[in-house]
T-cell receptor, first 112, second 116 residues
Framework: SQQGEEDPQALSIQEGENATMNCSYK?????LQWYRQNSGRGLVHLIL?????REKHSGRLRVTLDTSKKSSSLLITASRAADTASYFC????????????FGKGTKLTVNP | SAVISQKPSRDICQRGTSLTIQCQVD?????MFWYRQQPGQSLTLIAT?????????ESGFVIDKFPISRPNLTFSTLTVSNMSPEDSSIYLC?????????????FGPGTRLTVL
């Protein structure tokens, strides 16, 4: 069953604004990853944060992880029209499982 | 990162027929995964395919419906059998690439299946 829940389900912003997406999960994790999907194509890996990390940056992306609340957030700063896509979190659970459990995703629209 | 290709990229099929989707990776990997993404939904794991052993299926997915082959460390196939319109989805393969510093999964471009 899906253990990741994301909010909002859809987000529409103007170019230059920041976009924040949240993800919650139910069980203990090894790591949590964020992916982007353009128009129903394949997934592009954005960033991975491990369970012992609290924050990670990559370019305009900032990911936080709060294991006490079982939640993560993805912040995209200075958004661009090209950032328009669906964003998914995916968690890898403790116990050595390589399986990913995906959240429902946030559909982000960045208006020029 | 891994380079993963899938064939076909899309197909339109009649109900009752079967379609085999191929996944090719540019390097040897131990584990390959098959996911389904129904329209407007997130990804759900169908099965894990290890070379030389039977695939491991997730709850709700059975081998008769989704037989998987894994003949070597760079290739796998997923067959969608006796298709119905409910099987219309994007099917994606992925590989787990583990190093000292990363355990990222990389995804193929997907196969968009429409069943009439």
């Amino acid at each position: 069953s899906q253990q990741g829940e994301e909010d909002p389900q859809a987000l529409s912003i103007q170019e230059g604004e920041n976009a924040t997406m949240n993800c919650s999960y139910k069980t203990s994790i090894n790591n949590l990853q964020w992916y982007r999907q353009n128009s129903g194509r394949g997934l592009v890996h954005l960033i991975l944060i491990r369970s012992n990390e609290r924050e990670k940056h990559s370019g305009r992306l900032r990911v936080t992880l709060d294991t006490s609340k079982k939640s993560s957030s993805l912040l995209i700063t200075a958004s661009r029209a090209a950032d328009t896509a669906s964003y998914f979190c995916a968690s890898s659970t403790q116990g050595g499982s390589e399986k990913l459990v995906f959240g429902k995703g946030t559909k982000l629209t960045v208006n020029p | 990162s891994a380079v993963i290709s899938q064939k076909p990229s899309r197909d339109i099929c009649q109900r009752g027929t079967s379609l085999t989707i191929q996944c090719q990776v540019d390097s040897q990997v131990t584990m390959m995964f098959w996911y389904r993404q129904q329209p407007g939904q997130s990804l759900t794991l169908i099965a894990t395919a290890n070379q030389g052993s039977e695939a491991t299926y997730e709850s709700g997915f059975v081998i008769d419906k989704f037989p998987i082959s894994r003949p070597n460390l760079t290739f796998s196939t997923l067959t969608v059998s006796n298709m119905s319109p409910e099987d219309s989805s994007i099917y994606l393969c992925s590989v787990d690439r583990r190093t000292v510093s990363t355990d990222t999964q990389y995804f193929g471009p997907g196969t968009r299946l429409t069943v009439l």
